[in-house]
């Protein structure tokens, strides 16, 4: 075992227990915190898989945008659960074990996969992966036209959140 | 750089973008008093996206290096697409009025999914078909919590949006994997890789899978139905109808185009699935309908049911003759049920006080001889949702059940006709309510939903005497896809 | 450097957990945050095949997820924050105005 697996094996048990941590914890604020941690931990493994832009944009725009945003709305919706009752849903345990099914079915067919096992190649470090990226996505033969309507969603979620969450009572 | 034909191809879209851009910054200068300009101006930018889009009509090709195509059958769904708009827009204008919502930002918004469902009836990548689906989703979970702070709607609004991100999730982990079987997001890639047995069947078949389960939240049949009733009745009236016709339609532009042109040899596991998928919906729509009093989540089950139909046609695909019938047909079937469902819905918003959530059936009463016109309308709307001559209900499953029994699904043509048989009750009973109770109905100010029930129940009626031509029609422009 | 498959199931595992919060879990918030995990999950799918494939074009994938995620998050705790102002409450379960 490299080194590299046994720091891969850290990062992946501290992601998955900080996942597991976000949908048990009782209180939302130990949530978003957990959820922070499990965006952390999938940063890293970004970076560990070779791809160094994204796992700084994993930081800048999961971390530092959208984590941020949710503690906002957790702090802003205190006490919107009440106490006495349970967290779960009735039905919790059949939704358990049908994913549970789900999941052993899809690694079982994963495992007869021949590529599963491969180890990936080094990569070339002579290609520059941040300009490349970044002509592709101005690229008219590239990406330019999803990035474009990337911009009209961006656009109307901007008008949308305005919309439903200004002031009832000044429209 | 982009070559003119690039902007060519999906001009309408463009056009229909801007559109929006501009009435959004209009609209600023439009007192409330005066909110019919922007009504006015979003319908016609509607149509001249609608002029773009018959220009184009014949014409195929693709933009942007194969991230869009334009086909009859995009250019057939653009339209329906546009004309569902420009109805959603006239059922809109009267009805927000009397809600005290008239806000520009409805119709903006209502144009950018407009765009969205368009971009995704033609996208020919798997990320622009995630991003068209978003682009589509993200300004409905609006529309539908149009009404806050009334608590039913912004409800409606957030069920629609948990369970929208939780299928566009499923639907991204199925594209991811299907990358990881072929190496490509772009459909010929993606095609060129699978002929040259360089993809991985299984990962394939996973992505399938996922896939599906994404789209079938979207176009809401039986086991991903769970947001339909509720989203469709506690969101304003026109977007509810809206979305019945015109989700539904872009979900299956996706569904259709992703499975015949990147799955056909998945279709022997993909055709029992699908069975399953439509049989159910048929059924528990159809029955759940029956002990609905509310019109409103009567018309949600009942698009869950007609779900299921459009289904069936599709599931023997794998067969190339009979997928070419099955996408016109069910291009037919979504025609004439986007007729029907606006008529019904049209009718039903006029007579729809402000602060309701939806009629009783009772409300009906007395429609029949009080308001002629509108009663004729409800009742050219029921039975064309049943499926009797002369409406085009008629010929819209006419032509699904005949492509199923090429396919030879007979067993599933069997449930189809019996569900049909069944919804014939509470289809029947809202007319025995609107001509056979005594009640003094009540007709809404404003006369642009009673124009758009008139409009559709002729339509419905007109063209069923020429079924043939439009069914042939629709079956000529998709000749030229894949 | 690892196999690749020890990131496809480490993915695997998070879509399933992020699965299971949005079904098991009734308050809104945590559910939305659950639906982050599987993005994630499906963005680590992409980018563990881009590094196999040595291509670039599951990477770009990233990037517009992203996006949409920031999108989303916008309206959906505009949305959340709303609703408690007028109840008070976003448990999905106790939603009941609407019959389901």
Redesign the interface.
């Known amino acids: 075992m490299?080194a590299?697996?046994i720091v891969?094996?850290a990062v992946?048990a501290l992601?998955?227990a900080a996942?597991?941590m976000?949908?048990s914890l009782r209180r939302?604020m130990q949530?978003?915190l957990a959820?922070i941690l499990?965006?952390v931990g999938?940063a890293v493994?970004?970076a560990?898989?070779?791809?160094g832009?994204?796992a700084v944009?994993?930081v800048v725009?999961?971390i530092g945008?959208?984590a941020i945003?949710?503690i906002?709305?957790?702090m802003?919706?205190q006490?919107?659960?009440?106490p006495e009752?349970?967290?779960?849903?009735?039905g919790?345990l059949y939704?358990?074990l049908g994913?549970?099914l789900?999941?052993s079915s899809?690694?079982f067919i994963?495992s007869m996969w021949v590529?599963?096992?491969?180890?990936?190649?080094?990569?070339?470090p002579s290609v520059d992966?941040i300009t490349?990226?970044g002509l592709?996505?101005t690229d008219p033969q590239g990406?330019a036209l999803?990035f474009e309507i990337?911009s009209v969603?961006?656009l109307?979620?901007?008008i949308?959140?305005i919309y439903?969450?200004r002031d009832h009572h000044r429209d | 750089m982009p070559t003119v034909n690039d902007f060519l191809l999906i001009l309408p879209e463009v056009v229909l973008l801007i559109w929006a851009l501009l009435i959004l910054l209009i609209d600023l200068w439009i007192p409330d008093t005066k909110k019919y300009y922007t009504a006015v101006l979003s319908a016609a930018g509607l149509v001249i996206s609608a002029g773009c889009a018959f220009a184009l009509l014949g014409r195929t090709g693709s933009a942007f290096s194969n991230m869009v195509v334009l086909d009859g059958f995009s250019s057939v769904l653009s339209i329906l697409f546009l004309l569902s708009g420009l109805a959603a827009v006239a059922l809109a204008y009267d009805y927000l009025k009397r809600n005290a919502a008239q806000r520009g930002e409805y119709y903006t918004l209502l144009l950018f999914s407009i765009a969205g469902m368009m971009l995704m009836a033609s996208a020919n990548d798997l990320?622009m078909v995630?991003?068209s689906l978003?682009l589509l989703s993200?300004p409905l979970?609006?529309l539908a919590?149009f009404f806050?702070?009334r608590?039913?709607s912004?409800?409606?609004?957030?069920?629609y949006?948990?369970l929208g991100?939780?299928s566009?999730?499923?639907l991204?982990?199925g594209?991811?994997?299907i990358?990881?079987s072929t190496?490509?997001?772009d459909f010929p890639g993606i095609v060129a890789s699978i002929d040259g047995g360089r993809a991985n069947y299984l990962l394939l078949l996973i992505g399938a899978g996922l896939l599906l389960v994404g789209f079938g939240f979207k176009i809401g049949v039986f086991p991903f139905h769970?947001w339909v009733?509720?989203t469709y009745?506690?969101s304003p009236s026109s977007i509810g109808a809206f979305m019945t016709v015109a989700t539904k339609a872009a979900g299956f532009a996706a569904l259709l185009r992703v499975f015949l042109v990147l799955f056909p040899a998945e279709a022997p596991i993909m055709a029992g699935i699908l069975w399953g998928l439509s049989a159910a919906s048929m059924i528990f729509g159809n029955t759940v309908a029956i002990a609905q009093m509310n019109m409103k989540r009567l018309l949600a089950y009942s698009s869950i049911a007609n779900a299921g139909y459009i289904l069936m046609a599709f599931v023997p695909y794998g067969n190339p003759v009979i997928a070419q019938e099955a996408v016109s047909s069910a291009l037919f079937y979504l025609l004439a049920y986007a007729l029907t469902s606006f008529g019904a819905w049209a009718v039903m918003i006029a007579l729809e006080p402000a602060e309701s959530?939806g009629l009783l059936l009772q409300d009906f009463s007395g429609l029949g001889r009080k308001y002629p016109w509108l009663g004729a309308a409800l009742l050219i709307s029921m039975l064309s949702f049943i499926g009797v001559p002369l409406t085009m209900g008629f010929w819209g499953k006419f032509y699904l059940f005949k492509t199923a029994v090429d396919g030879s699904q007979i067993p599933l043509v069997l449930i189809g006709l019996l569900t049909s048989l069944v919804s014939a009750y509470y289809y029947l009973r809202i007319v025995m309510f609107a001509y056979f109770k005594p009640g003094e109905p009540q007709i809404q100010p404003g006369r642009w939903a009673s124009v758009v029930a008139v409009i559709c129940a002729a339509g419905i009626f007109v063209l069923s005497f020429i079924p043939t031509p439009v069914f042939q029609f629709a079956a000529q422009m998709i000749m030229g896809m894949k | 450097?690892?196999?690749?498959?020890?990131?496809?199931?480490?993915a695997?595992?998070?879509?399933?957990?992020?699965?299971?919060?949005?079904?098991?879990?009734?308050?809104?918030?945590?559910?939305?945050?659950?639906?982050?995990?599987?993005?994630?999950?499906?963005?680590?799918?992409?980018?563990?095949?881009?590094?196999?494939?040595?291509?670039?074009?599951?990477?770009?994938?990233?990037?517009?997820?992203?996006?949409?995620?920031?999108?989303?998050?916008?309206?959906?705790?505009?949305?959340?924050?709303?609703?408690?102002?007028?109840?008070?409450?976003?448990?999905?379960?106790q939603?009941n105005?609407?019959k389901?």
């Open positions: 490299t590299v697996q891969f094996l992946a992601t998955l996942a597991v976000v949908v939302m949530s978003a959820l499990a965006l999938v493994i970004f560990l898989l070779g791809s832009f994204f944009s994993q725009v999961y945008a959208i945003l949710i906002f709305a957790v802003l919706t006490n919107s659960m009440s009752h349970s967290q779960m849903n009735p919790f939704a358990a994913s549970a789900l999941f899809l690694v994963l590529g599963f096992y491969a180890i990936p190649v080094n990569l070339d992966t490349v990226l592709s996505l990406f999803p990337v969603l961006l109307a979620a901007l949308g959140g439903i969450a | 990320i995630f991003l978003e993200i979970y609006i919590g806050r702070p608590l039913a912004e409800e409606a609004a957030l069920k949006f948990l991100a939780f566009s999730a499923i991204l982990f594209i991811a994997w990358y990881g190496g490509h997001t769970m009733p509720d009745q506690g959530d | 450097m690892a196999p690749i498959s020890y990131y496809l199931v480490l695997i595992i998070m879509f399933f957990i992020g699965i299971l919060g949005v079904l098991i879990r009734r308050n809104a918030l945590i559910v939305f945050m659950s639906l982050e995990l599987m993005f994630n999950a499906a963005n680590l799918v992409f980018v563990a095949f881009s590094r196999q494939y040595q291509a670039l074009n599951g990477q770009i994938s990233v990037f517009f997820v992203m996006t949409v995620a920031a999108a989303e998050v916008a309206i959906g705790l505009a949305l959340m924050v709303t609703i408690f102002r007028t109840k008070h409450s976003i448990d999905v379960d939603m105005n609407l389901g």
